[in-house]
Nanobody
Framework: QVRLVESGGGSVQAGGSLRLSCEVSGYFYGGYCMGWFRQGIGEERESVATLNTGSGNANYADSVKGRFTISYDSGKNTLALQMSSLKPDDSALYYC????????????????????WGQGTQVTVSS
């Protein structure tokens, strides 16, 4: 059974940094696509950063490009999201997710393609 457990959320002032981690366990056939999504109160879940762990290709939302970096440590089975220059608009519940995809090419970017999800970790950025 696939299990995703996020950690690293918290409260930070604008301009600060946080590093989110997602511990991945269990077998997931073809689960090369992994990603971070977020959902603010009253908002739809949106893609933040996604990664094809086979090709190494990553995709970032325009709002986080240059500030966030997604990475995967296969030795530790951990997906990370390094966030810097945080803004109040980055406040949300952040989810880690996994999807089946080809090991070549770009990662899926739509949430509906992802079938395994973590429970989420809250990020709050104050001005």
């Amino acid at each position: 059974q696939v299990r995703l457990v996020e950690s690293g959320g918290g409260s930070v002032q604008a301009g600060g940094s946080l590093r989110l981690s997602c511990e991945v366990s269990g077998y997931f056939y073809g689960g090369y696509c992994m990603g971070w999504f977020r959902q603010g109160i009253g908002e739809e879940r949106e893609s933040v950063a996604t990664l094809n762990t086979g090709s190494g290709n990553a995709n970032y939302a325009d709002s986080v490009k240059g500030r966030f970096t997604i990475s995967y440590d296969s030795g530790k089975n951990t997906l990370a999201l390094q966030m810097s220059s945080l803004k109040p608009d980055d406040s949300a519940l952040y989810y880690c997710a996994r999807a089946a995809c080809s090991p070549r090419g770009d990662p899926h970017i739509t949430a509906t393609k992802y079938t395994a999800w973590g429970q989420g970790t809250q990020v709050t950025v104050s001005s």
